[in-house]
Structures are given as structure tokens and as C-alpha cells.
């Protein structure tokens, strides 16, 4: 029978190339010179070696053909089509497709690479010394925000006082003395000891904290069955079971631990609360399930236990467990289809895998570090997850998707091989990037979209059904976060090329916009205990970073008094989260940038009373920088500056409409590029190896599951 070409393989002897050829009969059809039809129940097996009870085999094989020229064909090579291969992989066309890639798209070359042709070379250092503050070449990256010496310099120079860096040393100072076990802080440990007293939950309250668990947070993150938990947590085993099986007593323990945070058992300090108790149940029993060969309850209590760390009790633990997490995941071999079990069973697998997936997609991007899961070896498919799907809105889907964006963002524009990038390579990735989160974006519903406020289209925020205004938060501060960290790239990029001024300035006023947008969606954040620590704190703290910056270098710009009214709003976000958490977040300390900057435009003399016919400012809730960052109309075609021409093919929407309202020269924004900053020459790679995490403001670091206690 015919066959199609694969891979081919260029012979030595004649110059010709060898194609591999997978048979469409197998080996026992042609040998008796019969037909071979595949069975439809067996797919991998044909009908006469279904009947016949023998091994159906398709042979590989070689024939040269010559060679065609590798240029201008156009020609690229085709599939391996086979009744075999067909049915093997055609469980991975349920996986979610943004779309082809584009093909000028490459992986930027290795830096190991160079480091071994070079032996002398110097590496790329992180200098880990600062907490805020760091190397004058380093800016951040796939991080949020920081101060480099160079910006505090720079800032106090303008402010003419040392208020700013009194204030960042003092709140540098309470970092140390949570992180390092230095001062009066040190005094709150987390342990990972079993309680010295039982936990006991009477049956009532169990099954009040797992239906609040399921409505609130199983929608978000799908990885149980539902049925099969409840049987064995509220069923009349469930003694036995917990006392049997330390996985599922840590996955219990967890999801009460999730549910009870809805019943005010939440605290926002470890040690504290009820649903801390319960989850130390699930610390106490780590180690048993590390180690003990892997089965999918432990993964499942991992995943659980993560979900409960990315809150303010402990915020950095959530990279251990989603690391230990994605390691047992990858050891399952959950990455791949599985062949083995019930369909039911291979679902409830696949789940629990891609939950894992966007979960540390996420925090990787966000702390700055490669992703253990690696994209081109993930075979397992997408299963229907009908819970997840909000209003007319899959989440599950579109995580997984977002993830996978992260995933190539972090690989082509801030990995450490990344930096040794021409600027147009970083140009072409960027637009890339940038094409894919916009083509995400437009996927969404329109209820649920970045550019539409929370509610919009369906009554009062307030009004939305349980998980789903988190659901909808997630996607928005999700996408903000990757905007502002492609927007700061493309300001740092685009200063190395002078005829791009427009493509500068461009980037300056989404990044000003996505800010603000971060700050008039922050009115939705429930602040409480089990709100997400990246929506709760870690964005608005990046709003405020960049407002404060914004208004600081244009004291006189006619955007500066509603940056002045939007900076006072996050600054009563974190006091009412200061007061919520009874102290301990200490987040009042960050009203004081609010002070430092409308003192000093205050100072400048701009503050006048407004023309008649001015601008009113947007007020805190409307949709005007939304509408500013996501305007669909397209700017006019300008003959000099044809994106087709300059690379950046990839330029979507969301930039498309910013330069409209800004066509006076009087408008110029100012925002500081860091003079030093290079991509090629003396230490090219180090810019983007940014020293500080904002998240490590608001938790706690555990160094390692082996310690006993640690602050």
C-alpha cells in the first residue's frame, strides 16, 4: 500500500535522501496479499488480526529519493499518516490550538552554549543582597517591580529629600525580619509537625466546608472528582479511610482547610484560625507522601495544599509544594495519554495534570525561574470539564491556554539564553507574544474580557455566582500582569533604536494604562483570607510601584492628577488590607509613596484649579483607561513607520488605539530607561535577572520541606 513520507534522512554514498515509510497494511495483511482494514473498537489492531488473535504490526521503511532544494520551495514535510499513528495521537487534537506558529519564530540560542566555547566567560549573576533593591543594570523582567540604586538615586534626586529611601529601607528592613528570622517577627513559625492536639470536625461541619470548597474553589481548580471525594470523606468509611491513608488524610485535611476559610476560619498570618489548624494536619503529613512511591492522591494533596499557600498565610510555600507537585506529575506520566484505567479515572488524571500546569506556569513567570514541565514533551488531552465552564466561559480551557503563553514568553523573552537576542529577534518574539495573548484575549467572553469591568454585562459584580468573580479576576489581573511585563521589555528594547520613538512612547502609555486598570479592578478584590495573594496584593503593589513612578518624573503632565487619584485609591487598598489582617501584612507602610508623591507635585506647583473645558479625571471604577488600553479602532497607516516593515508584525489591539489621545508633543511622557542598560556588549544577559520578588512582601519563605521550623 502507499505510504506517506516522514522525517527524512540525507544518505551519504549518493547524495540522495532516505524517507522513513510507514506501511498502511501491516505485516500479517501483506503477507497474505489481503486488504487491511483497520477495526473501528481496536483502532491499533486490523479485522483479520483482531480475528486471528495476532500481533498487528506496521513495518517502517526506507527509500531514497533525490533531494530538493531547502530554498524558496515553500514545501514543508508532511505528517506520518498511518491507521497506527492516527489512533495514537488522535487524542492530542482535544488539546486547545492558539493557532499555527509563525515560523520566523525561533528558541533563542542556548547561553550554556557559550559558556562552554568560552571557558573564561563570565556567568550571569543574581544578586540575591537586596530585597528592593538591586543592580543598577538589572530591571525587572517577568517579575513586577523593584528599585534599583540607580532609580532611587534618581528619585530622590527629584524629590530633593531621602524620604523614598527611608521608606523603602524600612520596609526593606521588615522583609529581612520575616524572611531571615530577624526581629520581633521571627516569632511566627510554620512547621511541618503534625498539631500536638487532634483536629476534630464533626461531620455538619465537614460537609459544610466541602460543599463551600466545591462551589467556591472547584470550578477554579477542577483536579477532584466530586463523587468519588464525597464517598470517602462523608461516607461511613471515612474513619477508616483517614486513618489508613496518609494521602487522603492530607488531601481532607487541605480541602476543609480551603472550605472553612468561606466561614470565617481564615486568617491572614500563619498559626491563626481555624483553617490553619486544619492545614497543618496536611504539613504534618508531607513527607509520608513524598515519599512513598507516587499515586495520584498525593498529587492530588499537593495540588490542594499549593492552592492554599498561594494566600497570605505562606506564600512562598506554594513553590515547594507546585514544584514536588509538577515533579510527581511528570513521574506519573499524567504529561502523556494515559492507556491504562477507566475513562473516568484517565479524566480525573489528565485534570489534575493541567491544573498543575497553569498553576506553576503562573508562579514560574511570576518568580522568575524556568518551568519544570517542559511544553514540547506534553501529550496528555484537554478532558471536558463541565463545572469550569462560567457563564458561557471555559476557564479551564483558557488557563490552560494562558499558561501556555506564559510558558513561551518566559522562553523567548526572559530566560537567560533569551537575553543574548539581537533587538529585532526580540522584536519579532515580542510581537509573537504579543498576537497569541491578544488572540486569547478576543477568545474570551465578552463578560469576562480584560477590557470590561467586572459585572458590566451581567448586573453588579456583587451579584456574580460563586468561583465565578474569581474567575473572572484571575483572567483580568492574569493578563494585566503579562502586559505590564511586555510593556516595560518593549521601553527597554525600543530605547536602543532612535527612529522608534513612537513605538517607545507607545509602551509607556500602556504600561501608565495597565496600571490603572489594575488599580480601578482592585475595587472588586474581596479582601479576606482566602483571596489569591497575586490578586489581592502582588498586582496592586506593581500599580502603585508604577503610578508612583509615573508621577514622580512628570509632575506637570496633564495625566498626572488622575495618576495622583488613582495612586490614593490602591493606597486605601492596602490600608483597609492592613486593617483587615489586624497588622501583620503591615501593608500601611505603602500609603507613604502616596504622600511622598502629592507632596512633591504639590510642591511642583501643579496643582491648579482645572479650565473650564479641561478633562475631568477618571474616577475610580470607570472604564476609561480600560477603554484606553483595549481601544479596537486602529491608528491611521503612516508611510514611515509601516509595522510590516519594521517587525513588529505582531503589534495587537491592545496597543493599536493608545497614540490617538496623545497626539501633542506636550504629552511626551517621561519614564526612566536605565542609562547603562545594553543587549549586547559588557554584561548583556544580566538585565533581566531581576534580584527581588514583590510577593516576598506579603509571606513567608520555607527553604526546604527537611527543616523542622523556619520564618
Known amino acids: 500500500?502507499?505510504?506517506?513520507?516522514?522525517?527524512?534522512?540525507?544518505?551519504?554514498?549518493?547524495?540522495?535522501?532516505?524517507?522513513?515509510?510507514?506501511?498502511?497494511?501491516?505485516?500479517?495483511?501483506?503477507?497474505?496479499?489481503?486488504?487491511?482494514?483497520?477495526?473501528?473498537?481496536?483502532?491499533?489492531?486490523?479485522?483479520?488480526?483482531?480475528?486471528?488473535?495476532?500481533?498487528?504490526?506496521f513495518t517502517q521503511s526506507k527509500r531514497k529519493q533525490r533531494t530538493r532544494p531547502l530554498g524558496g520551495t515553500g514545501i514543508r514535510p508532511r505528517r506520518i499518516s498511518s491507521p497506527a499513528v492516527d489512533a495514537t495521537t488522535s487524542v492530542r487534537n482535544c488539546t486547545p490550538r492558539l493557532g499555527p506558529l509563525t515560523e520566523k519564530i525561533r528558541p533563542p540560542s542556548i547561553f550554556l552554549d557559550r559558556l562552554l566555547e568560552n571557558h573564561g566567560s563570565s556567568g550571569i549573576q543574581r544578586d540575591n543582597s537586596a530585597l528592593l533593591r538591586g543592580p543598577d543594570h538589572d530591571v525587572t523582567s517577568s517579575s513586577l517591580a523593584f528599585f534599583s540604586e540607580h532609580r532611587i538615586h534618581s528619585l530622590s534626586q527629584r524629590l530633593g529629600n531621602d524620604r523614598l529611601n527611608q521608606l523603602v529601607e524600612t520596609i526593606e528592613s521588615l522583609i529581612r525580619s520575616r524572611l531571615l528570622a530577624e526581629g520581633p517577627s521571627s516569632k511566627t513559625r510554620i512547621s511541618f509537625k503534625k498539631p500536638s492536639d487532634p483536629v476534630h470536625v464533626p461531620l455538619d461541619k465537614a460537609t459544610l466546608y466541602i460543599q463551600s470548597y466545591f462551589s467556591q474553589m472547584h470550578p477554579i481548580y477542577p483536579f477532584l472528582d466530586r463523587k468519588e471525594f464525597e464517598e470517602k470523606a462523608l461516607g461511613p468509611t471515612r474513619s477508616q479511610v483517614l486513618s489508613s491513608s496518609c494521602a487522603f488524610s492530607a488531601l481532607y485535611h487541605a480541602i476543609l482547610a480551603l472550605g472553612c476559610q468561606y466561614h470565617d476560619g481564615g486568617a491572614f498570618d500563619p498559626g491563626n484560625g481555624r483553617a490553619w489548624k486544619l492545614f497543618q494536619v496536611s504539613l504534618g503529613l508531607v513527607s509520608e507522601i513524598l515519599i512513598?512511591?507516587?499515586?495520584?492522591?498525593?498529587?492530588?494533596?499537593?495540588?490542594?495544599?499549593?492552592?492554599?499557600?498561594?494566600?497570605?498565610?505562606?506564600?512562598?510555600?506554594?513553590?515547594?509544594?507546585?514544584?514536588?507537585?509538577?515533579?510527581?506529575?511528570?513521574?506519573?506520566?499524567?504529561?502523556?495519554?494515559?492507556?491504562?484505567?477507566?475513562?473516568?479515572?484517565?479524566?480525573?488524571?489528565?485534570?489534575?495534570?493541567?491544573?498543575?500546569?497553569?498553576?506553576?506556569?503562573?508562579?514560574?513567570?511570576?518568580?522568575?525561574?524556568?518551568?519544570?514541565?517542559?511544553?514540547?514533551?506534553?501529550?496528555?488531552?484537554?478532558?471536558?470539564?463541565?463545572?469550569?465552564?462560567?457563564?458561557?466561559?471555559?476557564?479551564?480551557?483558557?488557563?490552560?491556554?494562558?499558561?501556555?503563553?506564559?510558558?513561551?514568553?518566559?522562553?523567548?523573552?526572559?530566560?537567560?539564553?533569551?537575553?543574548?537576542?539581537?533587538?529585532?529577534?526580540?522584536?519579532e518574539a515580542i510581537a509573537e507574544v504579543e498576537t497569541r495573548l491578544e488572540r486569547w484575549r478576543t477568545a474570551i467572553p465578552l463578560e469576562f474580557r480584560p477590557e470590561v469591568p467586572l459585572g458590566a454585562r451581567g448586573g453588579p459584580s456583587s451579584l456574580l455566582g460563586p468561583g465565578v468573580k474569581m474567575a473572572a479576576l484571575q483572567t483580568k489581573f492574569s493578563y494585566y500582569g503579562l502586559v505590564i511585563a511586555l510593556a516595560r521589555l518593549k521601553m527597554y528594547v525600543g530605547q536602543l533604536d532612535?527612529?522608534?520613538?513612537?513605538?517607545?512612547?507607545?509602551?509607556?502609555?500602556?504600561?501608565?494604562?495597565?496600571?490603572?486598570?489594575?488599580?480601578?479592578?482592585?475595587?472588586?478584590?474581596?479582601i479576606a483570607a482566602h483571596t489569591p495573594n497575586f490578586v489581592l496584593a502582588v498586582l496592586p503593589l506593581a500599580a502603585l510601584f508604577i503610578l508612583f513612578d509615573f508621577i514622580v518624573h512628570n509632575p506637570t503632565h496633564p495625566e498626572t492628577h488622575n495618576n495622583l487619584i488613582l495612586l490614593d485609591v490602591v493606597a486605601g487598598h492596602f490600608s483597609l488590607l492592613d486593617y483587615k489582617s489586624g497588622g501583620f501584612m503591615s501593608a500601611s507602610l505603602l500609603t507613604e509613596f502616596a504622600h511622598i508623591a502629592r507632596q512633591y507635585v504639590k510642591d511642583s506647583g501643579s496643582l491648579r484649579p482645572r479650565q473650564r473645558g479641561e478633562e475631568e479625571p477618571c474616577e475610580p471604577g470607570s472604564s476609561s483607561a480600560e477603554s484606553r488600553i483595549f481601544a479596537q479602532g486602529h491608528m491611521p497607516s503612516n508611510p514611515t513607520n509601516n509595522h510590516s516593515n519594521n517587525g513588529d508584525?505582531?503589534?495587537?489591539?491592545?496597543?493599536?488605539?493608545?497614540?490617538?489621545?496623545?497626539?501633542?508633543?506636550?504629552?511626551?511622557?517621561?519614564?526612566?530607561?536605565?542609562?547603562?542598560?545594553?543587549?549586547?556588549?559588557?554584561?548583556?544577559?544580566?538585565?533581566?535577572?531581576?534580584?527581588?520578588?514583590?510577593?516576598?512582601?506579603?509571606?513567608?519563605?520555607?527553604?526546604?520541606?527537611?527543616?523542622?521550623?523556619?520564618?
Request: charged share 25%; aromatic share 8%; with cysteine.
Open 1 to 57: 500500500m502507499a505510504s506517506e513520507p516522514s522525517s527524512p534522512a540525507v544518505d551519504q554514498d549518493d547524495g540522495r535522501r532516505a524517507e522513513a515509510k510507514i506501511c498502511k497494511s501491516c505485516d500479517q495483511c501483506r503477507t497474505r496479499k489481503v486488504r487491511c482494514i483497520m477495526d473501528p473498537t481496536q483502532h491499533l489492531r486490523c479485522t483479520h488480526c483482531v480475528k486471528r488473535n495476532e500481533r498487528c504490526h
Open 498 to 526: 532612535p527612529s522608534r520613538s513612537q513605538d517607545l512612547e507607545r509602551s509607556k502609555r500602556l504600561l501608565m494604562d495597565t496600571a490603572r486598570a489594575v488599580v480601578e479592578d482592585s475595587r472588586d478584590i474581596d
Open 649 to 711: 508584525v505582531g503589534d495587537v489591539e491592545l496597543q493599536s488605539g493608545l497614540m490617538e489621545s496623545w497626539g501633542s508633543s506636550d504629552d511626551y511622557l517621561y519614564y526612566p530607561v536605565l542609562p547603562d542598560f545594553t543587549i549586547q556588549g559588557d554584561g548583556p544577559e544580566s538585565y533581566l535577572t531581576a534580584p527581588f520578588n514583590v510577593q516576598n512582601f506579603f509571606g513567608l519563605v520555607i527553604p526546604e520541606i527537611g527543616h523542622d521550623e523556619v520564618v
Open 292 to 427: 512513598p512511591r507516587e499515586a495520584l492522591t498525593s498529587l492530588q494533596a499537593l495540588v490542594a495544599m499549593s492552592i492554599f499557600a498561594m494566600t497570605t498565610c505562606c506564600i512562598q510555600i506554594d513553590e515547594i509544594l507546585i514544584m514536588e507537585a509538577a515533579r510527581m506529575a511528570l513521574g506519573l506520566g499524567y504529561h502523556r495519554a494515559l492507556g491504562d484505567g477507566d475513562q473516568r479515572q484517565k479524566n480525573t488524571c489528565h485534570r489534575t495534570f493541567w491544573v498543575i500546569y497553569y498553576m506553576e506556569k503562573a508562579m514560574c513567570f511570576q518568580s522568575h525561574k524556568g518551568s519544570m514541565i517542559p511544553d514540547y514533551d506534553v501529550g496528555s488531552p484537554v478532558p471536558e470539564v463541565p463545572e469550569s465552564v462560567l457563564g458561557g466561559y471555559n476557564w479551564f480551557v483558557s488557563a490552560i491556554g494562558f499558561g501556555r503563553i506564559l510558558s513561551l514568553a518566559y522562553t523567548t523573552l526572559f530566560s537567560v539564553s533569551a537575553t543574548s537576542q539581537s533587538p529585532e529577534a526580540y522584536r
